[in-house]
């Protein structure tokens, strides 16, 4: 319910969806932290390390939160590459939280999914 970064207060619609057949996803979940570095060396870095670099920059570009006021185009590169997924044959997208530890699934073919239970959960104040 985070994602939806809802006022204290209001309510947020929730629910649980089975799939059914299994999926082939990208898991793009690399740590949020890598997404976060900058490599300052002078050569360029091994392949593993630039690889831990690229995941974590499209993690965090998938993770970043969407408001109404948004420009569109900001989102243009994961759209681009989120189509570039559905067409290599992968059924959707894992990427992480910014705002929590959970992870979010995203699916191409709503088809592949039921829906099983909602709810409405109220939003209430943060624990001190």
Avoid: H
């Amino acid at each position: 319910m985070a994602e939806t970064r809802p006022w204290i207060g209001s309510c947020v619609s929730v629910a649980q969806f089975v799939m059914l057949k299994d999926l082939t996803v990208v898991d793009c979940s690399a740590d949020l932290e890598a997404g976060r570095r900058i490599y300052l060396g002078s050569t360029e870095p091994e392949p593993a390390k630039r690889e831990e670099l690229v995941w974590g920059s499209i993690n965090r570009a998938f993770s970043q939160p969407v408001t109404r006021t948004d420009d569109v185009a900001e989102y243009a590169p994961t759209q681009v590459l989120a189509d570039a997924f559905r067409s290599a044959g992968y059924d959707g997208i894992v990427y992480g939280s910014i705002l929590g530890t959970g992870r979010t699934v995203a699916i191409f073919d709503l088809a592949a999914a039921e829906l099983a239970s909602t709810a409405i959960c109220p939003r209430s104040m943060p624990s001190t």
